[in-house]
């Protein structure tokens, strides 16, 4: 798939290739964004801290997923940079879950004019903060991400992306599918066809999976 709505260029080992980083996909580390600081954007969330006891309401929009706090943060900063200085002062919000909201991003990203730069800001001006969200993203079990995108191959060639390809394991590690020729798509993200089919299988993939394939 082409990266004109960035699912297919945010694939694992996109993430590897983005310019002028050694990114790695190992999920470690701290949530360090660089010694760049850069003014709040108001409408960005901001860490809130997790209520206990029998006031508690689990599952309410404002408690923060335990344990994920610092890849949320982290999250948060990569979007107020994204918004401050690289030059998408609408990127949305990441979930609670820390993930980015990757249908949103894509439809940002299918603007005209407004794909170059959507990974990190223009001139790559968020790497910084793109590098640690990745480094303490939560790690995933990927024979688990394996099977989310296995079903979600055999929905897309069911509903019509009849060469969509599967994800592989290779290492140990999930590698998504999709466009059997990435370098040259077979396939229009932008087509009718392809965005039906998108939305009949998203439900397929699991959080945080969908900007991958």
């Known amino acids: 798939m082409s990266f004109p ?15 002028v980083l050694a990114l790695t996909v190992a999920c470690g580390g701290d949530d360090t964004t660089g010694t760049r600081s ?11 801290t997790e209520p206990s006891g029998p006031e508690a309401a689990p599952g309410t929009p404002s408690a923060k997923p335990a344990g994920k706090s610092a890849y949320y943060d982290a999250q948060v900063a990569f979007v107020q940079c994204m918004r401050a200085e690289g030059g998408y002062k609408d990127f949305p919000d990441p979930k609670l879950s820390g993930h980015l909201d990757w249908e949103k991003v894509n439809e940002i990203g299918s603007q005209p004019g407004r794909n170059e730069g959507i990974k990190a800001g223009k001139d790559n001006v968020c790497v910084d903060e793109l590098q640690a969200a990745m480094a303490v993203e939560p790690k995933r079990d990927q024979q ?14 069911d509903n019509g992306i009849s060469r969509f390809t599967n994800p ?3 290492g140990g590690n999930a590698v998504p599918g999709g466009d059997p020729n990435p370098a040259s798509p077979v396939y229009d993200p932008d087509s009718p066809a392809y965005k039906e089919a998108r939305a009949a299988c998203k439900s397929k993939l699991l959080d945080g999976l969908d900007g991958m394939q």
């Open 5 to 19: 709505t960035i699912t297919a260029g945010l694939r694992l080992a996109a993430f590897v290739a983005v310019p």
């Open 38 to 48: 850069h003014d709040a954007v108001a409408d960005a969330p901001s860490p809130k």
């Open 144 to 157: 688990k991400s394996y099977e989310s995108m296995l079903a979600h191959a055999q929905c897309m060639r």
């Open 168 to 170: 592989v394991m290779s």
